[in-house]
């Protein structure tokens, strides 16, 4: 299965026009965090992920991929 989380997260933070760091400020991670969750490096834990869906108002299932809506 393709990972479309780095894809989703990318697209959702650009839409609502926020730099990695701004992203990375708002929910107390480093910059690189950010960037390594956009380029498929690595993967934010449950409590970010949650944070990220309310952030954006999508459900955790859209941000992994599991669903298109």
Request: charged share 30%.
């Amino acid at each position: 299965m393709k990972n479309l989380f780095k894809e989703r997260l990318k697209e959702l933070r650009r839409e609502k026009g926020l730099l990695q760091q701004d992203l990375a400020k708002e929910l107390n991670v480093s910059k690189s965090a950010v960037s390594g969750w956009e380029v498929g490096r690595n993967q934010p834990n449950y409590d970010v992920l949650l944070q990220l869906a309310n952030m954006f108002e999508v459900s955790i299932d859209y941000l992994i991929g599991k669903k298109d809506y």
